[in-house]
C-alpha cells in the first residue's frame, strides 16, 4: 500500500514535454509509481479530476530568509504552488553572521528580510541550515552563500577595497560555506557592503564557484541606465573564471531605457552562443519592491547603517544626497529618479508614528504632512524608522515583461517582501504568471512555462532529486486548475491568496488542500553535494 495516490492527472512532468494522462502513486517522500494505476491502494488519495499535475514550483528570488525561522508553513509562499525557496540573495542574507556584527546587521537587513522576533543564534552558513531543520519546515529551502555576509566576516562592513590576504579569507569563507551546503554564490551591487568591492574582489570569488561547479546569482549594479555596459562586465568575468551566471530579477528599469531590453536579451543569447552558461530569473509585474534605503547613493551607508544613519542627520550631508538622488551617478542608478515620488509606495515600516503611511507614495505622503520637498520626506522615514522600511517602485513597462518572460533562459522568482503591506508578488507571483501571461496572453506553452518553474531551477541550483516527476525523484507536486488558476493579491489588497490550486504536496505530504493548510514538518533544506 502506498502513502499517497494521485489519480486522474493531466500530468505535465517540467521537462517540457506535452501533458499525458496518468495517476502517481508515493511512498516515503519518493514517487514510487506513475501509470494507470486502477489497482493500487493507499491511505490517502487525491481524484485530480483532470486537472494539471506537476512538480512543485522552485521560487528562485525569496527574502523569506528570517521569517521561515518564525513560520514553518509561510502560506504566502505555499499557496502558490511553491515547494522550494531560495534563500540568501541579493549578497545581503542571513549567514554567515560573525557575532560582532549582529546588531549592525539586523539594522542592514531589516527592509529586505523584516524583523520576526527570532534568535540570532546562528554563525556559519551550516548553523544556519540546523536551525532552519531545528524550526521544521513545512516546504523546502535551498541557501546561497552571500557575498556581503562573507566579506562582513572578514574585513567587516568598511568601504575600502579588500587586501589580496583578505581576499584569500573571503575564498576560504566561501568554500566553507559551499561544503556546509550553500548552493551558490549571491551580491548585491547595489547593496552595501557588496557594492564596496572592487570586480577583482568579486572575480577571486567567482573562481571558487568554478571550480565548484556553482552559479552567481547576481543583482546587477545598473539595471537602466548602465544595464548593457554592466552585463558585458559580467560576461567577460565569467568567462575568465569558467563559471554560471545567473542574473537576479531581470529586468529593465527607467522609460529611457526600455528600448534596449532587445539588446538586453541579445547579451546573454551571445554569451550563451560563446558557451558562458548564463540564466536569470524575473518576477511578472512592472514594479520592483526593495527597502527604501536603496534610493541612497552608496557612498552614504559606508560604515553600516548607524553611521549612514549619522550622516542623513547632517544638514549639508544631506543636501548633496538629494542632488545626487536627483541627477544620479556614473555606476549608480538612481531609483527615485526613475519611479518618480509619486511611483514609490511605503509597504512597510517598523513604527506606529509613520503606520498610517504604508500603502502611500511619497507624493501622498506630502500631502498628509502639508509638505513638497519629497526627497527629504524620504530620507526622514529612513532616519525616524531606522533603515525598517520597504518600498515598491513603479521602473517597469509590460512590453518588457513579456519579452523577457518568453526567453529560454528564465526561470520565476517572486522577491517578495513578507512585511507590512508586501509587493503583491509575494501573493502572487507564480499563479500570475500560469494565467495572465500563458493562460490570457498565450506568451509561452504550459508545458514550457512549467519547465520554467521546475527541472530548469532545479538544474541552476544542483538540485537533481526534484524539479521532474519521475519514479524514483522526490514528490514535490502541485494539482492546480489550469482554466481557472490566477492571482488575486493587488497593490492595494496584496495579502490575498491566489485561486485555482488545488493541492500542494512537499515530499509526499499534503500541505496545501483546498482552503486548508496543513503544518506538518514537511520540507527539508536542500544542500549541493559537489564533487571537486
Request: hydrophobic share 40%; proline share 5%.
Amino acid at each position: 500500500m502506498f502513502d499517497l495516490l494521485i489519480r486522474n492527472g493531466k500530468v505535465i512532468d517540467g521537462t517540457g514535454s506535452p501533458w499525458f494522462y496518468s495517476d502517481i502513486a508515493i511512498k516515503d517522500g519518493v514517487i514510487k509509481k506513475i501509470g494507470k494505476l486502477t489497482n493500487e491502494t493507499a491511505h490517502e488519495e487525491i481524484d485530480a479530476n483532470f486537472q494539471i499535475v506537476s512538480p512543485g514550483f522552485i521560487d528562485m528570488h525569496t527574502h523569506s530568509d528570517l521569517v521561515i525561522l518564525d513560520e514553518p508553513l509561510i502560506e504566502a509562499k505555499v499557496r502558490q504552488g511553491i515547494t522550494t525557496d531560495l534563500l540568501g540573495q541579493d549578497g545581503i542574507g542571513a549567514a554567515p553572521l560573525p557575532e560582532d556584527y549582529i546588531s549592525t546587521w539586523q539594522k542592514n537587513i531589516a527592509g529586505l528580510n523584516g524583523t520576526p522576533p527570532i534568535e540570532w543564534d546562528w554563525t556559519t552558513v551550516g548553523d544556519y541550515i540546523e536551525k532552519i531543520e531545528k524550526n521544521k519546515p513545512s516546504y523546502n529551502l535551498a541557501v546561497l552563500v552571500p557575498h556581503g555576509n562573507i566579506r562582513m566576516e572578514v574585513m567587516g562592513l568598511d568601504n575600502r577595497p579588500a587586501t589580496d590576504e583578505e581576499i584569500q579569507k573571503m575564498q576560504k569563507v566561501l568554500r566553507r560555506s559551499l561544503d556546509e551546503g550553500a548552493v551558490g554564490l549571491s551580491t548585491g551591487l547595489i547593496y552595501p557592503p557588496c557594492c564596496f568591492a572592487e570586480m577583482k574582489e568579486l572575480e577571486a570569488l567567482c573562481q571558487v564557484i568554478g571550480e565548484y561547479g556553482a552559479p552567481l546569482v547576481i543583482h546587477q549594479r545598473s539595471e537602466g541606465d548602465e544595464i548593457l555596459e554592466s552585463m558585458q562586465e559580467l560576461i567577460d568575468m565569467m568567462k575568465r573564471c569558467g563559471a554560471h551566471l545567473h542574473f537576479s530579477h531581470l529586468k529593465n528599469c527607467g522609460k529611457d531605457n526600455w528600448h534596449k531590453t532587445p539588446d538586453v536579451l541579445g547579451k546573454i543569447d551571445s554569451a550563451r552562443a560563446e558557451g558562458l552558461e548564463v540564466t536569470f530569473d524575473q518576477y511578472p509585474y512592472t514594479a520592483g519592491s526593495t527597502m527604501l534605503s536603496a534610493i541612497i547613493p552608496p557612498w552614504v551607508h559606508d560604515g553600516g547603517t548607524e553611521v549612514m544613519l549619522k550622516r542623513l542627520g547632517n544638514p549639508d550631508l544631506r543636501e548633496r544626497i538629494v542632488s545626487e538622488m536627483f541627477t544620479a551617478l556614473k555606476g549608480w542608478d538612481s531609483m527615485s529618479k526613475w519611479a518618480g515620488w509619486d511611483g514609490i509606495i511605503i509597504t512597510s515600516v517598523n513604527s506606529t508614528e509613520n503606520a498610517q503611511y504604508v500603502g502611500k507614495t511619497i507624493i501622498q505622503i506630502g500631502a498628509l504632512e502639508g509638505r513638497n520637498d519629497y526627497a527629504e520626506i524620504a530620507l526622514d522615514l529612513i532616519l525616524f524608522e531606522k533603515n525598517d522600511v520597504g518600498m515598491i517602485d513603479f521602473v517597469m513597462n509590460e512590453e518588457s515583461v513579456k519579452m523577457i518572460l518568453a526567453h529560454p533562459a528564465g526561470t520565476i522568482g517572486s522577491d517578495g517582501l513578507l512585511g507590512g503591506e508586501p509587493h503583491p508578488r509575494a501573493y502572487g507571483s507564480f499563479p500570475r504568471v500560469l494565467g495572465k501571461y500563458v493562460r490570457e496572453e498565450n506568451v509561452l506553452p504550459l508545458e514550457e512555462m512549467i519547465r520554467r518553474m521546475t527541472s530548469q531551477p532545479a538544474r541552476i541550483i544542483g538540485i537533481q532529486d526534484r524539479g521532474i516527476l519521475r519514479e524514483g525523484l522526490a514528490a514535490d507536486i502541485v494539482v492546480f486548475d489550469p482554466d481557472t488558476i490566477i492571482d488575486q493579491a493587488t497593490y492595494d489588497t496584496p495579502r490575498q491568496f491566489n485561486i485555482g490550486i488545488d493541492s500542494v504536496i512537499v515530499n509526499g505530504q499534503i500541505v496545501i488542500k483546498g482552503v486548508n493548510a496543513y503544518g506538518k514538518p514537511a520540507g527539508k533544506v536542500l544542500r549541493r553535494n559537489y564533487s571537486k
